[in-house]
C-alpha cells in the first residue's frame, strides 16, 4: 500500500485565485470612484442649472420693479405736459402743476424731483428747491429732446445732481407747443442710490453684480456703484450682443471689463423700454455649496478606498499566507509519505540481501495459505541452508560471508517466477522460498533448480568437499486442511526436510518428512 495515495491531494490554484481577489479589489475601487466622480459631476451641473435659473428670473424680476418705477415717472411727466399745454404756463397754472407734481413725486421713494423746462432751458416747475442762475440746456437730455421730435421716454445716462449731488437717472419728455415745435423738456430724476440700497439687501454674495443698462450699452446703474466704471459701458459687450441681435433673456459665463471676475450672469432685456437687466454671480461663490460637498465627498470616498484596499490587501495576503501554509503542508505530507514508503520497505526487506525479510515472510505464507484454503490449491514452502557457511566466514571473512549471501540471494531469485513466487530471508544464512499454487512436483523442479543454479555458480568455498560453495534445500507441500492446518506445519515440515538434507549429507533436497533425493553434482 502506498501511502501517499491516501493523502487529499490539495489543490494550488494560488495565482488564479490571488489574481482574483487582485481583480475583485479593483473593480470595487474603480467603480466607487467612478460612482463619487460621477454624482460629483451631476451635482455641479444641477448646481449650475439653478444658478442660471435664478440669475435670469432675478434679472427679470429687479427689470420688471424698474420698469416701474421709469413708466411711473413718465407717466407723471405725460400727465404734467398734457396740463401746461392745456393751461399754459402762466404763474398760477405753474403754481397748481408744480404741486400736483409735489403730490405725485411723494408717492415714489425712487424719484428725486419732477422739472419742466422751457425751449431755453430755463426751469420753469421744480419739486426741488431751485439754485438761481442754472440752466439746464447743456444737459444730454435736453440736446436730445431739441433735436429729436420724438415724444416717447427718453432715459439718459447717469449724472450727477446740480440740486443735491446726488447721482441721477433722468427720464424725460420733449414738450412740444401748440404748433409742435420744441417747447421745452419734462425731466424726472430717479436716486441711484435707491436702487444701489435695494440691490444691497439682495445676498448674491462677495463678488455678485446687478447692473441696469441701456440697450446701447450705457451703463445707468451698477452694484456695487463705482463711479469710475460708468464711463466703461456695459459689463460686456458680448451680453449687449445678444441683446442687440434679439435675446430676450439668456444666460452667459463672462469675464467682467471691470474687475476681471468671471461670473455666470443672467439678463432680461425689457420689451417696452429700451433697457436690460443683468445679474452675475461669480462662480466661485455660486459654486460654494458644490465644492463643500466635493471635499465632503472626496474626504469620504479616499477614507473609503484606502479602507477597502487596506482590507483588501490584507485578505489578498492571507490568501497568499495560507496557500503557502497549505503548499507547505502537501510538501511536508510528500516527504511523510517518503519517509514512509521508506519505513514500509525497512520493515518488510532484508537489508542485506533485499529480499522479504522474516515478517514480510510470514505475513506472505499466511495470506498465500488463506488463498491456497479458499482455493483448494496446494501450497510449497521452501528452506535453504548454505552448508559449512560457519567455515566460509572463518576462511573469507564476515563482509565475503555477506557477499556471498547477496549472490545466492540474487541467483535464487532468477530462478523463480517473478510474478508469484516469493523469496525471503529467514534468518542467518537461511532463506526460504514461498512457491503459491506449487504442488510437490513443481517444488522439487525448482528447488533441484535452485541448487544446481548456485552450484553452477561456482563459489569458492575450501570449506566444501567439493570446493564449491553448495546448498541444502528442505522443501513442505500441503493444501491448506485437516493435514495441514495452519502456515506453521509447512515450516516445520520444511525444516524437518532440511535438517534431512543436512543430515544426509548436504547438497541435496529433501522433501517433506518422507523423500530424501542424494545429489553429487
Ligand atoms: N557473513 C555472514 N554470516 C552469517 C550471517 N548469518 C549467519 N551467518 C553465519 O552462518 C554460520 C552458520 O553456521 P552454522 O549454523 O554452524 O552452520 P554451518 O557452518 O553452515 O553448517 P551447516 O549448516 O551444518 O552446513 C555462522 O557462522 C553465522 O555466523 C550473515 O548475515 N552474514
Not at 47 to 64: C, E, R
Not at 213 to 235: N, Q, W
Not at 389 to 404: E, I, L, M, P, V
Not at 471 to 491: E, F, K, R
Request: with cysteine; proline share 3%.
Amino acid at each position: 500500500m502506498s501511502y501517499s495515495k491516501t493523502l487529499p491531494q490539495i489543490p494550488l490554484d494560488s495565482d488564479q485565485t490571488t489574481k482574483q481577489a487582485s481583480i475583485l479589489l479593483t473593480v470595487v475601487c474603480v467603480t466607487i470612484l467612478a460612482l463619487s466622480i460621477w454624482q460629483v459631476r451631476e451635482e455641479y451641473t444641477d448646481q449650475a442649472h439653478q444658478y442660471q435659473k435664478d440669475v435670469a428670473n432675478l434679472s427679470a424680476a429687479l427689470l420688471h420693479n424698474t420698469e416701474a418705477s421709469i413708466l411711473h415717472s413718465s407717466t407723471i411727466l405725460l400727465g404734467l405736459i398734457e396740463r401746461l399745454q392745456n393751461d399754459g404756463s402762466n404763474p398760477a397754472a405753474l403754481e397748481r402743476l408744480s404741486h400736483l407734481a409735489r403730490v405725485q413725486a411723494g408717492f415714489y421713494p425712487e424719484l428725486q424731483g419732477i422739472f419742466l423746462y422751457d425751449a431755453k432751458g430755463k426751469w420753469l416747475l421744480s419739486t426741488l428747491p431751485l439754485k438761481s442762475g442754472v440752466n439746464n440746456a447743456d444737459r444730454d437730455y435736453f440736446r436730445h429732446h431739441l433735436l429729436d421730435s420724438g415724444l416717447g421716454t427718453h432715459i439718459g445716462t447717469p449724472i450727477r445732481s446740480r440740486t443735491t449731488n446726488d447721482w441721477i437717472i433722468t427720464v424725460s419728455h420733449r414738450i412740444n407747443d401748440l404748433d409742435g415745435k420744441f417747447a421745452g423738456v419734462a425731466l424726472a430724476t430717479l436716486r441711484a442710490q435707491t436702487f444701489l440700497d435695494f440691490y444691497k439687501s439682495l445676498n448674491l454674495g462677495p463678488q455678485g453684480i446687478i447692473h441696469l443698462a441701456r440697450t446701447d450699452g450705457s451703463i445707468l446703474v451698477r452694484y456695487p456703484f463705482r463711479e469710475e466704471d460708468l464711463p466703461k459701458g456695459t459689463a460686456s459687450g458680448l451680453l449687449v450682443q445678444a441683446i442687440q441681435q434679439g435675446s430676450e433673456q439668456g444666460v452667459l459665463i463672462l469675464d467682467s471689463p471691470f474687475d476681471g471676475v468671471r461670473r455666470i450672469s443672467g439678463y432680461t432685456a425689457s420689451k417696452i423700454l429700451p433697457i436690460y437687466m443683468a445679474v452675475g454671480l461669480d462662480e466661485s461663490y455660486a459654486f460654494e455649496s458644490w465644492r463643500k460637498s466635493l471635499y465632503a465627498t472626496s474626504a469620504a470616498v479616499l477614507v473609503a478606498l484606502a479602507v477597502i484596499i487596506s482590507f483588501g490587501l490584507k485578505i489578498i495576503g492571507s490568501i497568499r499566507f495560507r496557500q503557502q501554509e497549505e503548499l507547505q503542508l502537501q510538501q511536508a505530507y510528500a516527504t511523510l509519505a517518503e519517509a514512509n514508503r521508506g519505513l514500509e520497505i525497512q520493515a518488510s526487506q532484508d537489508a542485506l540481501t533485499g529480499l522479504a525479510n522474516r515478517r514480510q515472510l510470514e505475513i506472505a505464507l499466511s495470506q498465500h495459505f488463506l488463498r491456497a484454503e479458499f482455493n483448494n490449491e496446494p501450497l510449497s514452502f521452501i528452506l535453504l541452508d548454505i552448508d559449512n557457511f560457519k567455515s566460509y566466514n572463518d576462511t573469507y571473512g564476515h563482509q565475503a560471508g555477506d557477499r556471498c549471501l547477496r549472490q545466492v540471494g540474487n541467483c535464487i531469485c532468477r530462478q523463480l517466477r517473478s510474478h508469484s513466487d516469493i523469496p525471503a530471508r529467514y534468518g542467518g544464512e537461511e532463506l526460504a522460498i514461498i512457491l503459491p499454487r506449487t504442488g510437490k512436483t513443481g517444488a522439487k523442479i525448482v528447488a533441484e533448480k535452485i541448487r544446481v543454479a548456485i552450484f553452477e555458480e561456482r563459489i569458492e568455498h575450501a570449506g566444501s568437499s567439493l570446493g564449491w560453495l553448495t546448498v541444502s534445500l528442505g522443501v513442505a507441500t500441503g493444501t491448506p486442511g485437516p493435514q495441514c492446518t495452519a502456515p506453521n506445519d509447512l515450516i516445520l515440515e520444511a525444516d524437518k526436510a532440511l535438517y534431512e538434507a543436512k543430515r544426509t549429507g548436504r547438497n541435496r533436497v529433501a522433501f517433506g518428512s518422507q523423500d530424501v533425493e542424494p545429489h553429487q553434482s
